[in-house]
């Protein structure tokens, strides 16, 4: 079917036949239909399911300390007294900003390099 323009601005067309089509429109479908498989293999997902595990499980300076109380008083209290020292820290950082007349940006960003330092250490493994 391929379409030319000739000299004359005429539309000049190589399709040799007519507009109607030799196969209804139900035969053209259930043709169709055949054609095409009815099931897909589906292979396994590429990437693994999240897990909840810590990713800063076994690293920094006091992660063998932190892992081990938490294996001895177990995980619910420890997270509470983890809870308890990150907030008193926090009042502790609320407490020198004040001091220092730091503004609430300022304390803000002290609270996350506290966060960071705390990571890299091994407080929150």
Known sequence: MAASICARGGLVSSFQGSWE???SGDEYYHALMQSVPRFVSVGKPVCS????KNVNEGKGLFAPAVVITRNIIGKKRF???RGKAIALHSQVITE??????ADAKQRQGLIRL?????????FLA
Do not use: H
């Not at 399911?49 to 909840?52: A, H």
């Open 21 to 23: 089509s030799s196969i």
């Open 49 to 52: 399911p999240p897990s909840m």
């Open 79 to 81: 997270n509470q007294l």
């Open 96 to 101: 020198f900003c004040k001091s220092i007349g």
């Open 114 to 122: 506290a966060k960071k330092n705390g990571e890299r250490l091994g």
